[in-house]
């Protein structure tokens, strides 16, 4: 990967293709991509370590881009383990370099290696500067952005914000992903981000007062064109605030013996004939539980059709309501479908999980089939339908 805007902005990262899970439950069948940046200016600068399994082949990439240099400095903006792993190894490899971040991040080398560094350390904060020549790096606080010691970095010199893990998205750098950018990037930042809303509008506020011509996140591709960082910059801004993203139907559901699953397709058919012109579905048991959380949060309107299940709802419903609940999902309208052969009660109990959600509206027809789709509950589906395409 090259930055094409600066000769002396080095991508000393890495990529991944041997994991199999993210942070242990995200799939990344394109891999995962771990960036660090070295500045070669009069005094020479490291953004950031990799992950722990590949530390060798970024000490090499360090070393091939210094040449004879040694390193000054190395900023630590975010403290997970993806990122921070080398820290010690690196302090003992260049042992006249001086550590720069938070003092949170401090506290958590503490915790991580049994050392803060003290003798070396440079604790920065909003607003404060350091200079290596013709760069000059400004810090700006970010915290739950998304832990609460993170820093970003703003370049003057070359307008370029070094975004800690803001606007990253999962899939290593050396494979083309064939849906760009924002499919990934969204399923990151629901994933990862999605709770913390707020502290990324805080961000995404002093991000306006900067020009920016470059975003060098730690995981994903650079952007650097006006068109990619305008456009990232307003997917963030959707995303963070929880506005609807696209005009759009899921149908998210779980069935055990396919009289539910026959349902929804029913579902999904009336509501294309009604002129519904994006309906996803995803059966919860087998699809991607995390795409189905992006789509979630990419569309407006959401039916959740469910079994009656040792008297509450399938353990795989019960698992996305509680994945959308804990990343703040509002603002959407929700239509409800149950299945039930003694005492139908799954839409009750949905619908009483989001209570304290801000902004949720629930559609009027509420579908109860006790066993499978009849005559009656097949025109509560069209009622449904109707209602949800009228909203």
Known sequence: MKINHSNDIKYIGVNDHDIDLFEGQFDVPLGMAYNSYLVLDEKTVVFDTVDARFAQ??????KRE????????????????DHSANIALFAETYPDAKIVSSEKAFRMMKNFFGDDFASR?????EGDKLSTGSHEFVFVEAPMVHWPEVIV?????????????????FGANDVEDPEGWDCEARRYYFGIVGKFGVPVQALLKKAAGLDIRAILPLHGPILDTPETIAHAIAQYDTWSSYRVESEGVLIAYTSVYGNTKKAVLKLKEMLEARGCKKVALADLARDDMHET?????????????TTTYNSGIFPFMYEFIHHLLERNYRDRIIGLVENGSWAPTAARTMRSMFEKSQGIKFCDNVVTITSALNTSSEGSLAALAEELVSL
């Open 121 to 125: 350390r440079i604790v920065v904060k």
């Open 153 to 169: 970095t703003y370049d003057t010199s070359t307008k370029t914000l070094f975004s800690a893990d803001g606007f990253g998205k």
């Open 293 to 305: 959380i992006e789509d979630a949060f990419r569309y407006g309107k959401v039916v959740l059709a």
């Open 57 to 62: 082949e970024w000490l090499g990439n360090i």
């Open 66 to 81: 210094l040449s004879s240099r040694s390193v000054d400095y190395l900023v630590v903006q975010h403290m997970e383990p």
